[in-house]
């Protein structure tokens, strides 16, 4: 299940609040003590989480279904996707690369019920669920109930910008869960995050070597990829150059995007076949095409979680709007 992105906080005694995760989401399968880990994208993410296979040892049923997020916590007990990236590694296909941090601390903060013990619960009320999810979890080292609290979206959207967490979410006490995106969850964010294609790169200034910014892309309703901005800070001098040794492999001499890359270096282009996330202040109008662009973009990863064809222009809805659409069924 889904949320829909909306413009900004509210209060209603018919919705629970709860912080909006940053990390990988991800479906566990329980059964007999094994657990077997699934992203968005049917792929199994497993082998690439190790310490979480002793999930069964803290949820008391012989099968269950889990709606959660893996998350890296940073020295304040933050989540942070960029520690995410450092600690995982998380290739194609959710295999595990090589990781570079063991310090960081990674847990699953579960946060929805779908079946349990012969039960499909999908149909029964989210308030149920809850209920039943955290009667079954003993919290600890590897997973944690994501608690939520009833009809005070502001003031836990006030706490959550506090703490600097990414935003929060609104779910609909009585709704039911469905496989799609729905009004019965919304996302309001605090941070601006964005899923987008690499589409190509330009050629480097001064000292870098290898490639100065990746070139960013999004498709629009009618499927075309169109440049979204150019990313050149975020990276490390590690990831700057495995992310090289990626373009290069995918180079082609055709542009992916629909329209002109417009860029004061040379642009080269890559088949969109990578997912990376992008952290930025805002939406503007910029450059002569006058075209939607991110303003100050800075890579914080790639998302091997995500397909190409998922990244697509998310702009909030009325959250007034949705909240009623979704209290009228």
């Not at 989540?79 to 290739?91: A, W």
């Not at 492999?249 to 629909?258: D, G, I």
């Not at 998922?310 to 069924?329: G, H, I, M």
Request: glycine residues 8%.
């Amino acid at each position: 299940m889904l949320a829909t992105l909306v413009d900004k906080p509210f209060d209603g005694q018919d919705w629970l609040y709860e912080v909006k995760w940053d990390g990988y989401r991800a479906i566990t399968f329980l059964e007999s003590g094994s657990v077997r880990l699934v992203s968005r994208n049917q792929n199994d993410m497993t082998a690439a989480h190790p310490e979480l296979r002793s999930i069964p040892d803290s949820v008391k049923a012989r099968t269950a279904i889990l709606d959660g997020e893996i998350v890296a916590l940073d020295e304040q007990g933050r989540p942070s996707f960029s520690l995410m990236q450092q600690r995982t590694g998380v290739g194609e296909g959710g295999r595990r690369i090589r990781r570079t941090r063991d310090d960081i601390p990674v847990v699953y903060y579960v946060f929805d019920l779908l079946y349990l013990d012969g039960y499909n619960l999908m149909p029964a009320e989210l308030e149920r669920r809850k209920e039943l999810l955290a009667s079954v979890v003993a919290p600890g080292d590897v997973i944690r109930y994501s608690d939520h609290s009833v009809g005070n979206g502001k003031a836990l959207f006030a706490a959550a910008t506090e703490r600097e967490l990414e935003g929060i979410v609104a779910k609909r006490r009585s709704s039911p869960y469905v496989q799609k995106r729905s009004s019965d969850w919304l996302k309001i964010k605090i941070v601006k995050r964005q899923e987008c294609v690499i589409g190509g790169y330009t050629d480097p200034r001064g000292s870098r070597e290898n490639f100065g910014s990746i070139v960013l892309g999004l498709y629009n309703d009618q499927g075309r990829l169109i440049p979204v901005g150019q990313a050149g800070s975020g990276f490390t001098e590690e990831s700057h150059a495995a992310m090289w040794k990626r373009l290069h492999a995918l180079e082609t001499k055709r542009s992916p995007f629909f329209g002109k890359v417009e860029s004061i270096t040379p642009a080269h282009f890559v088949k969109p076949e990578l997912v990376a996330e992008i952290k930025f202040t805002e939406w503007t109008h910029e450059g002569q095409s006058g075209g939607m662009k991110m303003r100050a973009p800075v890579f914080e990863g790639l998302r091997f979680d995500k397909k190409p064809e998922e990244c697509t222009f998310e702009r909030p809805a009325s959250a007034s709007a949705e909240v009623k659409k979704a209290e009228a069924k």
